[in-house]
Each structure stands twice: as structure tokens, then as C-alpha cells.
């Protein structure tokens, strides 16, 4: 299985983005999907996850209140709108389609990722 991440760029703290994550050659609707972020020098951790029907999400504490995860199946697309940004949030992010939130299981391979650079 294979995800495609898109969506990042250069910003200023205090700016948006919104990431997305398309499947390519299998629909999405059957998986939670799970947003991680991998910064220089440190290890790839969880930001947020998200139900397969999209009933349920949950985050990280260093972006609650600031991110939100959505899926639209329809779209087979899931989405990361990450506003008031910090340089803290410089970072390669991922998606993968995953068994659960927690203890899961990775289903996908990891992406490319798309690179989200947080500065003035």
C-alpha cells in the first residue's frame, strides 16, 4: 500500500498549512490513517490519527488545539490543517494507513513525505 503526502511548504510562525494524503491504487475508507512527523536529528513520532470512518481522532499534546485531522472518503483523501505553526513544527511528514491509533499495526510503506519548514 502506498500513500502520497503533499501539501507542505515555507511559513511563517503563526501561518497555516494543510497537508494531504492521497492513496494510490486502494481506497482508503477501510483504514485509520495516521499523520506522523520526522524533524532533523530526532525520531519520527505520532502527530495525529484518525478512524476509518472518521468518527474518531486523537492528537499529540504539542499540537492539540492547533491541528485537526479529517478524512473525505470520497476523495479517498485525508487531510492535516495545521494553523498557528511554530518552528517546533519543522519536520518531513508522513501518513500511513495503520491497524489502530495505538499499538498499531503499519500497513503502508512510509512516503516521500512532504516537508513543512516553520521560520521568519
Known amino acids: 500500500l502506498q500513500l502520497v503526502e503533499s501539501g507542505g511548504g515555507l511559513v511563517q510562525p503563526g501561518g497555516s498549512l494543510r497537508l494531504s494524503c492521497a492513496a494510490s491504487g486502494f481506497t482508503l475508507d477501510r483504514y485509520v490513517i495516521g499523520w506522523f512527523r520526522q524533524a532533523p536529528g530526532k525520531e519520527r513520532e505520532g502527530v495525529s490519527c484518525?478512524?476509518?470512518?472518521?468518527?474518531?481522532?486523537n492528537y499529540a499534546d504539542s499540537v492539540k488545539g492547533r491541528f485537526t485531522i479529517s478524512r473525505d472518503n470520497a476523495k479517498n483523501t485525508v487531510y492535516l490543517q495545521m494553523n498557528s505553526l511554530k518552528p517546533e513544527d519543522t519536520a518531513i511528514y508522513y501518513c500511513?494507513?495503520?491497524?489502530?491509533?495505538?499499538?498499531?499495526?503499519?500497513?503502508?510503506?512510509w512516503g516521500q513525505g512532504t516537508q513543512v519548514s516553520v521560520s521568519s
Open positions: 500511513a494507513a495503520l491497524s489502530r491509533c495505538n499499538d498499531y499495526v503499519r500497513f503502508s510503506s
Open positions: 484518525i478512524s476509518s470512518n472518521g468518527g474518531s481522532t
